[in-house]
């Protein structure tokens, strides 16, 4: 199947790629190289062994995008692009919107005047809010996101919803992803954050390279185990996966709409990422622990059994296998693609 990979330049999205090319599809991405470097494109296509072709354009473009389909047959699309930064979201949500709404009309528009019926949505566990159970199933309502970048997702979801209830040929799972770390074994690709990490893993992974002097904690005095906040830590690779197994399942499946988590299923807390990192790397991560960060839940983790039973998925890879594999891309990569030459046609 040719599939359209959009933020396919991204973190979740290039290790995606791979796997896609892996389970015997071709793929196309677009992608505006707003959070990504083009330099990706030429990893992708090392791993690979083919040229993956790119599209460098904004998809809120609906002209752009029309044209794309209009000269390239697409069988399936897995939409990643997107704004993602929950802080962020909260000083620009206008842009938050913006992006993320019309990126995804845009491709649903030219999804339908091309007959192109299969979508894969990159949604977040951030949907639940902060009063859901843990472990968390899909079922669990109301979808209360509590920042506006939260709020795309739910709010995207609802779209896709009732997109589907107009054409019962429609097939379109809704992905909800717990936290993604890692990256590929090969150390070529992975996470690469523009500026000051926001997120745990690629801080410490920061903080070991010596890019920064040291980690701050938020917060020790949660009723946790540890007393810092635990957390359903999923290896990229496995997400990844998850991905083909939804693409497979859909190709069979008599539902419109499907909604899967893809979580480990288990909490990890701060201080124990720190440990399973200072092991990785064979070095301490310094650290200071200060004030709770506004909005963190004490713990949250994926039931991540439907996916497990409809799509014969399951996350495998250990916390110690996500950090091991973080800091092969880190310390071969100190300043991600920076230092790498871009592909002509990229960005
Ligand atoms: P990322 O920023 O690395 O990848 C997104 C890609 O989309 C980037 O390469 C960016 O340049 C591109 N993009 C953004 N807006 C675009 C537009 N309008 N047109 C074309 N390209 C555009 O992020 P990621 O971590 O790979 O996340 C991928 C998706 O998964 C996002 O939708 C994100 O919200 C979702 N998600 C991520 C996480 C996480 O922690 N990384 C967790 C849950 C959900
Ligand atoms: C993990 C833990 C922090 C940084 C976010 C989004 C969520 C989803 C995944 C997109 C928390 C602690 C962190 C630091 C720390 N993304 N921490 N020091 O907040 O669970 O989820 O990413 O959809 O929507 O909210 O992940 O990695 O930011 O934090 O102590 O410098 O690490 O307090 O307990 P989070 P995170």
Request: glycine fraction near 8%.
């Amino acid at each position: 199947m040719r599939v359209l990979v959009s933020g396919g330049a991204g973190y979740i999205g290039s290790h995606t790629v791979v796997q896609l090319v892996a389970a015997g599809h071709e793929v196309v991405v677009v992608d505006d190289f707003g959070n990504a470097k083009p330099a990706v494109m030429g990893r992708l296509d090392a791993l690979t062994g083919t040229h993956i072709p790119v599209q460098a354009f904004d998809l809120t473009d609906k002209d752009k995008t029309e044209r794309l389909f209009a000269t390239t047959q697409i069988d399936a699309v897995i939409h990643f692009a997107g704004l993602k930064a929950v802080g962020e979201s909260v000083q620009i949500p206008l842009d938050y919107y913006e992006n993320n709404l019309e990126s995804t009309f845009s491709l649903l528009r030219a999804m339908r005047r091309h007959g192109c019926r299969t979508l894969v949505f990159s949604s977040s566990a951030t949907v639940y809010g902060d009063r859901a159970p843990v472990p968390c199933r899909e079922d669990y309502e109301p979808l209360n996101a509590s920042s506006p970048y939260g709020r795309t997702k739910v709010i995207i979801e609802q779209v896709l919803r009732d997109v589907a209830h107009t054409d019962p040929s429609l097939r379109i799972a809704i992905l909800r992803y717990f936290n993604p770390v890692g990256a590929h074994v090969s150390g070529t690709i992975g996470e690469d954050p523009q500026g000051v990490p926001n997120n745990l893993m690629p801080f410490i992974a920061q903080v070991a390279v010596g890019r920064r002097a040291s980690l701050q904690v938020f917060g020790d005095d949660y009723p946790t185990a540890d007393g810092t906040c635990e957390r359903d830590y999923i290896h990229v690779e496995d997400l990844a996966a998850g991905h083909v197994a939804a693409l497979a399942k859909m190709a069979t499946s008599d539902a419109t709409v499907s909604t899967w988590n893809l979580g480990t299923g288990t909490g990890t807390s701060v201080l124990q990422v720190i440990s399973a990192f200072e092991q990785a790397a064979g070095r301490p991560i310094p650290y200071q622990v200060v004030a709770r960060r506004a909005g963190d839940l004490p713990a949250f983790w994926a039931d991540p059994t439907r996916a497990h039973e409809e799509l014969g998925w399951r996350a495998t890879r250990t916390i110690e296998e996500m950090c091991a594999d973080t800091w092969r891309w880190q310390s071969a990569n100190p300043h991600g693609y920076e230092d790498l030459p871009d592909r002509d046609d990229a960005g």
